[in-house]
């Protein structure tokens, strides 16, 4: 019997709506909170978890659609697109190497790399210069310093976190509709 590839598009799309909205629920109400300017959150477990299944494109819009929505249903200041964008190019660079790239590198490359790529490149020096747009344009590289110690708590939490699902992973991938 041949599978309705519609209705599975549709199964698809349902489930990264959802991660989408975990997504949200993690980076608006859940944030781990260390200091006043040392703020974690748990945003990108969705994300890899739709990267991971279902590659780069999946993992962008997920990633930008948790970022619009958020930024517009929870505002914490005034819109701005960099942020999104951003944020797609994250979730992409998670499909590329937790996806695509699965079977031709080894595990802790697939995941160091857009780690490191999406904390200390977009998110430490692409963010932070939309931050200082935001704010104050003068004081790029007093954003850039002082964010820089929450990357490296972000990025080794990023890594052991994101190690330990491409453990788990595997074995609930048969309950997502047209992994591959």
Known sequence: MKKNHKTFTLRKLIVCAMLAALAIILDRFVPITFTESLKVTLTFVPVVVAASFYGP?????????ADLLGALMFPRGAYFPGFTV??????ALFGIFLHTLREKMHV?????????????????????????????????LGYFVSRIPQ???????????IMILEKILPSIKKYAPEVG
């Open 151 to 161: 990357f490296i708590i972000i990025s080794v939490m990023n890594v052991v976190i």
């Open 57 to 65: 494109v999946e993992g962008a819009v997920v990633w930008g659609i």
């Open 86 to 91: 951003t944020s797609a190019i994250k979730g």
């Open 108 to 140: 802790v490359p697939r995941v160091a790399i857009p780690t490191v790529i999406n904390n200390f490149i977009i998110g430490l020096v692409i963010d932070t210069f939309w931050i200082s747009i935001l704010y104050d344009s003068n004081s790029y």
